[in-house]
């Protein structure tokens, strides 16, 4: 199956390198360097991934990051920039991202990042850790054989954990994953759900997968 990608850069010269690259890879590929442009046809066409730059003229790449996150959250987000700081980055993963690549940026490099988004993509329908299982079609998951019965957000906040497992993901980029479009909700709202999950996930079990990095947020791992 051929992979389409989304380009939102308004350097014309990177644009079309990259456009390049990703053909000579196998992908289909969309550009444009106008945010509006980029809205209107992840609304039409709905890629498997963009690739944003954050400093667009119109509409901001955060803006869009977060739109995304919101509205087309099967939709894997890579930001490309030239924004390198550690708060830069920080905040761009915070926003939803699934990865952060700084300007100037190594093509092997960048390709192998975009072909591991798209790979758990394809993967994303089942996830196993241990003895978990979410099954992203049927809804079910199941600890040890035994179904467990989750509310659509636990389920969310789950498939998130499992997505990214051994990855510290802090409060404000799991809110912005899970409640993207609930501006006036606050972190603590993460610490609450967390509890719930854990209490359905890891209260009946001898291992422990769901623990909690003080001060930063949560990962799941074996």
């Not at 739109?67 to 930001?79: G, L, Q």
Request: aromatic share 8%; glycine share 6%; charged share 30%.
């Amino acid at each position: 199956m051929i992979r389409n990608i989304l380009i939102v850069e308004d350097d014309v010269g990177i644009q079309k390198y990259l456009k390049e690259l990703f053909l000579d890879h196998g992908y289909s590929v969309k550009a444009t360097a106008d945010g509006v442009k980029a809205l209107e046809s992840i609304k039409k066409s709905q890629p498997d991934l963009v690739l944003l730059d954050l400093n667009l003229p119109d509409v901001s790449g955060e803006s869009i990051c977060l739109e995304i996150r919101k509205n087309y959250p099967n939709i894997r987000v890579i930001i490309l920039t030239a924004k390198d700081t550690s708060s830069d980055i920080i905040q761009g993963l915070n926003l939803g991202a699934d990865d952060y690549v700084t300007k100037p940026f190594i093509a092997d490099e960048l390709l192998a990042r975009i072909n591991a988004r798209l790979r758990h993509t394809a993967n994303d329908s089942r996830l196993k850790i241990a003895d978990l299982e979410l099954d992203d079609k049927t809804l079910e998951v199941k600890r040890g054989g035994r179904l467990i019965k989750l509310t659509p957000q636990e389920f969310k906040l789950l498939h998130y954990l499992m997505y990214n497992k051994g990855r510290i993901l802090t409060r404000d980029m799991i809110l912005n994953r899970i409640w993207p479009s609930s501006y006036d909700i606050e972190t603590r709202v993460v610490d609450v759900y967390m509890g719930y999950l854990r209490k359905k996930i890891d209260s009946t079990s001898k291992k422990k997968l769901i623990y909690s990095a003080r001060g930063f947020g949560y990962m799941l791992k074996e």
